[in-house]
């Protein structure tokens, strides 16, 4: 990876939700830093089930989840090039967040 982090950027139209600062990358998965704006805070709850759904053996149950933060029609957005996609997994645990974009 270079030495500038790439940055991501979560969005609902536009609205921007969140900025994530990769620091890793691993097959296709993404860690980073999660920096949140006022605007994820009516989305804390559902990533917070999220962290837990994710570590969870009810496959029903995450795929609800899954299917809940879709309806939210999200994106995700890379900075470096305005790349843009809506299917994605994300998962967000305070500042943590682990991502797979679908390109």
């Known amino acids: 990876m270079s030495e500038e982090q ?7 139209g536009e609205t921007i939700i969140g900025a994530l600062t990769v620091y890793d990358e691993d097959m296709g998965w993404y860690s980073a830093h999660f920096e949140a704006t006022p605007a994820f805070d009516r989305h804390r709850a559902l990533f ?10 009810d496959a029903e149950c995450w795929q609800d989840w899954h299917a809940r933060v879709r309806q939210l029609e999200l994106q995700l957005v890379r900075l470096a090039d305005s790349a843009s ?19």
């Open 6 to 12: 790439p940055i991501w950027e979560l969005r609902q």
């Open 85 to 103: 996609t809506g299917d994605f997994l994300l998962y967000i645990d305070g500042r943590d967040a682990d991502f797979r974009p679908k390109m």
């Open 48 to 57: 917070t089930e999220g962290t837990q759904v994710r570590v969870g053996e």
